[in-house]
């Protein structure tokens, strides 16, 4: 279980259709075990989960489908490895959490939730594989009326996550040391998606160009010692000021880290994650992990889920947090919402995107439909796809939509690289009439260039609810995957 994390410094850091290769391995899906979730890997090796259980190669990227084949909904891409869960499988909170409330509200036997059957027939049903394509999960309570169902509570797919973790606790610790910290230098990405109060953070991209303007964006530099942790100038994890001159969404760059600093590691005694594991070594137990802080942090009381999770392929550690909303010892609204991405300075770092990429479109009340992108430093073509396949020839994209993309922030004359924190991060953009627009982008690095994962598009417009809470509403889903770089 997850005691205390890094939050206030920001360090924390089956059947099968395919032969059976010599380096084939056996995973497990748990949100509590789940059995029917169908998967396809990258070696082709597909089937349903049993138990939890799947097989997959080394080095293969896994994508989970909620029905019977790899035409119905996507729920998650990653890499395969031994223990896959909601939270490993998402790099936001409200995404990990919200896919445990879809399948604890698909589950045939909800009155027993040590396991998750996905064995209705309405999984298969064309007409409900159409609506499951039309939900967002983001904001899946903006999806209720779409989906028909009846959708289990935030608190209760918690709860649940939090039983799942000690089930895992159980059944798969392990000793074997997969990471050494020690004396390596990290860049911690911070990303602030809402603030305490429950108001959305968004980038605004009119000003990127702004000097000291990093929107919901901070990052640390560090590196633990036997001694201590050293911290490198950076532009820090401090957002918002207490004369409110900077917006609770925004990074206060007055904070920055503008020289070396150091603390002795007796200040972290008792901590958990990267900074506790360091001094021997951290296996997956150490790094992956769900909890919900229920506690009196001198005055300020934490009540939040806590989830934890370390890519061994990617090199890529995560850490989520999601308030819960007020209770007795929560006056407040609470719902401030966080993600940190922490690799080392030998990791990627960013994702090419010069090339071919599929772009599927899911809307409201329409079919899902396939475009094929090139996409260069200043300009995006598009050519009709057949299928899920694209055109490898540059003269078949003939068409220009680099404008009806202006939300891929990240691309510029002679740059057409993509951080994580650009593809994690909520953006405000403008359309050629000036009109403010919003896009929440979502992406999971997988395969070893991490350009291998699915890209979420979320095109939004906000909202108020009945709560007075700020509700980002999605009118279009798109998911992008890079198809392979063009011919030479």
């Known amino acids: 279980m997850i005691k205390r994390t890094l939050t206030v410094t920001g360090l924390a850091l089956a059947c099968h259709t395919a032969l059976a290769a010599p380096e084939l391995q056996t995973g497990y899906f748990i949100d509590a075990p789940v059995t029917g979730l169908y998967y396809k890997t990258s070696s082709n090796y597909q089937g349903f989960t049993e138990k939890g259980a799947f097989k997959y190669n080394t080095g293969d990227v896994i994508t989970f489908f909620i029905g019977n084949d790899d035409t119905s909904f996507p729920l998650a891409t990653l890499s395969g490895q031994e223990v896959i869960t909601p939270t490993l499988a998402a790099t936001t909170p409200s995404r990990s959490v919200n896919m445990t409330r879809l399948l604890l509200s698909l589950d045939s036997t909800p009155e027993n939730r040590e396991e998750i059957h996905l064995v209705s027939k309405a999984l298969s049903d064309p007409d409900f594989q159409q609506r499951l394509k039309q939900i967002n999960l983001q904001a899946l309570d903006t999806s209720r009326e779409v989906l028909g169902l009846e959708l289990v509570s935030v608190k209760e797919a918690a709860q649940h996550l939090n039983e799942s973790q000690s089930y895992i606790e159980e059944n798969f610790t392990s000793k074997d040391v997969i990471l050494h910290p020690m004396n390596v230098k990290y860049k911690n990405i911070i990303i602030k998606r809402r603030d305490w109060q429950g108001n959305l953070c968004f980038f605004d991209v009119a000003r990127k160009a702004t000097p000291e303007y990093f929107g919901p964006i901070g990052s640390m530099t560090y590196m633990i010692t036997p001694k201590g942790i050293y911290e490198y100038p950076d532009v820090g994890d401090y957002f918002g000021s207490t004369d409110n001159s900077v917006p609770s969404c925004e990074l206060n760059y007055s904070r920055r880290y503008k020289e070396i600093m150091f603390e002795p590691i007796s200040v972290f005694e008792g901590w958990d ?216």
């Open 273 to 488: 994650g990267l900074i506790g594991c360091a001094a021997n070594g951290c296996t997956r137990s150490d790094l992956n992990g769900f909890s919900i802080d229920d506690y009196d942090d001198e005055g300020d009381w934490k009540y939040r889920t806590v989830a934890i999770n370390y890519d061994p392929h990617t090199r890529l550690l995560m850490q989520k947090n999601q308030g819960l909303g007020p209770k007795d010892t929560v006056p407040h609204t609470n719902q401030a919402e966080y993600i940190w991405f922490t690799y080392d300075n030998k990791s990627n770092q960013s994702i090419d995107f010069e090339g071919i990429w599929l772009e599927t479109h899911y809307s409201n009340n329409s079919d899902v439909s396939n475009q094929c992108l090139w996409i260069m430093p200043d300009a995006i073509f598009s050519a009709e796809a057949s299928g899920t396949e694209c055109p490898t020839s540059q003269s078949a994209y003939r068409d220009n939509v680099t404008r009806q993309h202006a939300d891929m922030w990240w691309l510029a004359p002679n740059n057409t690289k993509a951080s994580l924190a650009q593809l994690n991060a909520p953006v405000k953009w403008y359309d050629e009439a000036s009109t403010p627009r919003y896009t929440s982008w979502e992406y999971l690095p997988s395969g070893p260039n991490w350009d291998q994962g699915v890209l979420y598009r979320l095109q939004q417009h906000i909202v108020i609810d009945k709560e007075g809470k700020q509700q980002a509403q999605t009118h279009q889903i798109t998911e992008l995957k890079k198809y392979h770089h063009q011919e030479s």
